[in-house]
């Protein structure tokens, strides 16, 4: 089972909410990550967790807190977020923090209005 | 500078016809080169992993190879169901799985 689950699938937000983005793997992988894409680009790396502590952050605005609560979720939390935070978001997972394949969820489309 | 690049941009290709789409890399400390299938609107989907020049991987009608600066994704005899987008990935150091710019690959039936 290669399977990571996010929720919700869709998100419509105001730029003064707070809401939370969810990502679930029951795969025993030890690194997490978080992803934003835009249309017609690549997904951009945002953070990564390894063993449920945060390695990297790619300098990402204070308007986005990663959280990994246990080694099986990862959460992101939004707040004051701008029209142009609106994008697909992406999780994956690896098994290994160095050399090995990441799988992704479906991610979660965001729109900020 | 670490850079991943993707060719061509956007591929059409007739139903059957094969054709190859190719990743450029220049990193330092490549621990391995991986390729995706991504569908509008949904994650990328986990196609191959090479990890050293020379390597092949087959998956149906999907081929990858790895050389030391570039790495092919060959496609036999494409059905429209093959129309995605294709991504390659690159992990340089701990942790970092960076993404080239994609080949958008339409099959026309």
């Known amino acids: 089972d290669t399977e990571v689950t996010q929720t919700p699938k869709h998100l419509v937000m105001g730029m003064t909410n707070k809401k939370s983005l969810k990502c679930e793997q029951h795969m025993g992988h030890r690194a997490m990550y978080w992803y934003k894409q835009k249309a017609k680009k690549p997904p951009e790396l945002m953070f990564v967790?390894?063993?449920?502590?945060?390695?990297i952050n790619e300098s990402v605005p204070s308007r986005f807190s990663p959280e990994c609560p246990n080694s099986s979720l990862l959460n992101l939390h939004l707040h004051a977020l701008q029209p142009e935070d609106s994008a697909l978001y992406l999780c994956?997972?690896?098994?290994?923090?160095?050399?090995?394949?990441?799988?992704f969820g479906q991610g979660t489309r965001l729109t900020v209005v | 500078e670490d850079q991943v690049t993707q060719s061509p941009e956007a591929l059409r290709l007739q139903e059957g016809e094969s054709s190859s789409l190719n990743c450029s890399y220049t990193v330092s400390g490549l621990r391995g080169l991986f390729w995706y299938r991504q569908d509008p609107g949904k994650g990328p989907e986990f196609l191959f992993t090479l990890y050293s020049a020379g390597e092949e991987k087959e998956k149906e009608r999907l081929k990858a190879t790895l050389t030391k600066k570039e790495s092919f994704l060959h496609i036999t005899a494409p059905k429209p169901e093959d129309s995605a987008t294709y991504l390659c990935a690159v992990r340089r150091g701990a942790n970092n799985l960076f993404f080239g710019t994609g080949t958008r690959l339409t099959v026309i039936p």
């Open positions: 994956a997972s690896s098994q290994g923090v160095t050399n090995t394949e990441a799988f």
């Open positions: 967790y390894s063993y449920e502590k945060l390695s």
